[in-house]
């Protein structure tokens, strides 16, 4: 049931977009009644908290190759397919589009960036233990300068986005780090 319902918030988040999303909606398309729903998720917010976490936590693994550079590529490329998908296009296009104007949206896309920098700050503190990053590099400002990139061509520029988008990434990102130009992290 949990799959269902999450697999069809996705949907009418493709279609709808947030604004077009209901639970009644969601519930018709999952096989399920509202009712279910409003027992296992507070509110539809939470259920797209919940929906896009999932979404990116499948679509975008944490990699562990033992090497901080293949795993920065591998999380970047991942990043780039799943936003360049149809799914992830329509994604991005509601958080861009209805985070500024709905505020509970907005804490949504917070909520899924913080759980993804929160999963792969793994990727990086791993990397300081071997000794291929400086000691005090911050994984979050490493995994946004790592990301920047990509999303400034996503969002603004039109540029295309690559695999190779993603690796020149994983350069800047992994420049920044051992060059200790990255800011410190939020205490």
Do not use: C
Not at 156 to 178: C, E, N
Request: hydrophobic content about 45%; overall charge neutral; aromatic content about 4%.
């Amino acid at each position: 049931m949990r799959a269902a319902v999450l697999a069809a918030t996705l949907t009418e988040l493709t279609r709808g977009g947030y604004a077009g999303l209901t639970v009644e909606g969601v519930a018709q398309r999952a096989g399920v009644h509202k009712t279910t729903i409003y027992r296992n998720w507070k509110d539809s917010d939470s259920l797209v908290a919940d929906a896009l976490t999932g979404h990116f936590a499948t679509e975008v693994p944490i990699p562990d190759t033992g090497a901080v550079e293949s795993d920065l590529r591998e999380l970047a490329r991942a990043l780039v397919t799943s936003m360049t998908s149809e799914a992830g296009r329509a994604l991005l296009s509601t958080a861009l589009a209805e985070a500024g104007r709905t505020p509970k949206l907005a804490a949504v896309k917070e909520a899924v960036f913080d759980d993804r920098f929160r999963r792969a700050r793994i990727v990086v503190t791993r990397a300081v233990d071997r000794g291929e990053l400086p000691a005090g590099t911050d994984p979050t400002e490493l995994l946004k300068t790592l990301v920047a990139p990509i999303y400034f061509r996503l969002v603004f520029t039109g540029d295309p986005v690559d695999s190779s988008t993603a690796d020149q990434a994983v350069g800047v990102a992994l420049a920044a780090a051992h060059a200790r130009a990255l800011p410190p992290g939020r205490a």
